[in-house]
């Protein structure tokens, strides 16, 4: 059959046709290859920048004495550890550590459970007689470190170790790790994602020229810088006197609440598009001793984490005295849902709850190596001496007051503490038979360790005779 212009066309047009095709999926085949070669290597640019960024973080030159016994990540085992925020600007020459939370990221739930220890505790330092606020503990073992290095001897201790085992104690959970953050890097990451929303409570009003601290906040719902919120989770003095002074409960209310504002804000679509410049802030002011594996995992495990998945339990506690208590039920309680969290086996949950700090006891504390009987008449829970019994014949103590006994921190020499009244039956419970008075309701000021100290073996640092400037 003899070809026809109208049949020549026709294939003329479906020839053109199939090669545009061709080129079309030749096009989209080069496009893919490209994407992906581009996904590809902003996958591998991030690959290369969080594991720079761990090779930092996790460089434990922070606190050389703490080791990562374990740094394999385990997806069925929970881990432990301490927030600690500090204070290491230079012109303040303390080692405070203003922030003290500890933590359990439990993988099998997804839940993270915390809670806040007030940095005025009353506390047992193992190793140590008496008792004392638990923000001197990290300062002590660091004077401990500096001590055995200008004496050219291997440090035993450090802020990072004895801070571990005094919150063992206190909390009958062993405390695996740590992550540290300083003030600075705390306000770095809130300005690089932009702000926090925070419902400030009231009016905060504090300046201090020394230190350069302005703190001006109104109430109400509003988006806080860096510096601002900073300012208001450490708010403690107030310009207006000491009505308007904030407690540590106050300030524990507010570090959490800055913390899930933060979550929150770096899991949303516009804090991951920073995610490259939070990791700088990060390698310059966070230190853990967590291992690189352990906080990928974790991060795989909890790649759906936001405030919600945040556990805060309640710690009860109130101020008097110059000490901070906590109240018999609520660390019982605190102590079951942590060791609930770790998993803990029956025979470990008993070794814990049998330290010292946590023993509960007797009103008057029987030095003896005897088994202690209840007193019928006690109203608060004691403890026995922190390393051993005392050998000296039984007598009751009281609490020391800080103001006048707490400028040294004596090792164990066989002498009975103070009782330990960190679990009174009540708020108005009395500490002891001659405690210390309470001097109302406003709270002691910051207690910061003196700058360069040099006291000896076996004394080491307590930082009750300055006060801070925030």
Do not use: C
């Not at 927030?83 to 303040?92: A, Q, W």
Request: glycine share 6%; hydrophobic share 30%.
């Amino acid at each position: 059959m003899p070809e026809t212009v109208a049949t020549r066309t026709r294939t003329s047009a479906q020839k053109k046709k199939s090669a545009r095709r061709r080129t079309l999926r030749r096009r989209l085949i080069l496009f893919s290859l490209f994407m992906l070669l581009m996904i590809g290597g902003a996958a591998g640019a991030v690959y290369w920048k969080i594991d720079r960024t761990l090779d930092t973080v996790t460089n434990n030159d922070f606190s050389p004495l703490t080791s990562n016994t374990d740094p394999t990540y385990h997806s069925d085992k929970p881990l432990s550890f301490i927030i600690l925020g500090r204070d290491t600007r230079p012109e303040t020459g303390t080692m405070n550590t203003d922030v003290m939370i500890v933590a359990v990221a439990n993988p099998e739930t997804k839940k993270v459970t915390m809670v806040s220890i007030p940095r005025d505790t009353r506390v047992k330092i193992p190793g140590y007689r008496d008792y004392h606020k638990i923000n001197a503990v990290y300062a002590n073992g660091e004077a401990e470190r500096r001590r055995a290095e200008r004496n050219n001897e291997t440090p035993t201790e450090d802020g990072i170790s004895l801070t571990k085992k005094t919150l063992t104690e206190l909390l009958g959970i062993p405390i695996q790790h740590y992550v540290a953050v300083d003030f600075e890097g705390f306000k770095a990451v809130i300005d690089e994602l932009g702000g926090v929303e925070v419902n400030v409570d009231r009016k905060l009003v504090y300046d201090d020229p020394t230190d350069g601290t302005h703190i001006n906040l109104e109430p109400g719902l509003q988006l806080l810088n860096g510096e601002q919120a900073l300012g208001y989770v450490r708010h403690r003095h107030d310009n207006r006197g000491t009505k308007y002074f904030s407690t540590d409960f106050d300030r524990n209310r507010r570090q959490q609440e800055v913390i899930r504002a933060v979550v929150d804000k770096a899991t949303s679509l516009d804090g991951l598009t920073k995610i490259f410049n939070v990791m700088d802030i990060g390698a310059k002011h966070i230190h853990t001793d967590l291992s690189k594996e352990q906080i990928k995992g974790l991060a795989y495990d909890f790649k759906g984490f936001n405030s919600s998945s945040l556990v805060t339990l309640d710690n009860g506690a109130y101020w008097k005295g110059g000490y901070t208590y906590l109240p018999k039920e609520n660390l019982n309680a605190i102590r079951t849902t942590l060791q609930t969290e770790m998993g803990l086996s029956g025979s470990v949950v008993a070794q814990l709850n049998d330290s010292p700090v946590l023993e509960s006891g007797e009103e008057t504390v029987t030095a003896s190596s005897n088994p202690r009987k209840k007193s019928t008449s006690a109203t608060v829970e004691t403890a026995a001496p922190a390393t051993r019994p005392a050998k000296s014949k039984a007598k009751e103590e009281t609490p020391s007051n800080p103001a006048q006994d707490e400028t040294e921190l004596k090792p164990e020499t066989g002498e009975t503490p103070p009782p330990d009244i960190i679990s009174p039956t009540g708020q108005d419970g009395t500490p002891s038979s001659n405690p210390v008075p309470s001097t109302g309701t406003t709270p002691p000021p910051d207690i910061v360790p003196p700058a360069g100290s040099q006291q000896q073996v076996p004394t080491a640092v307590d930082p009750s005779d300055q006060i801070s400037t925030s």
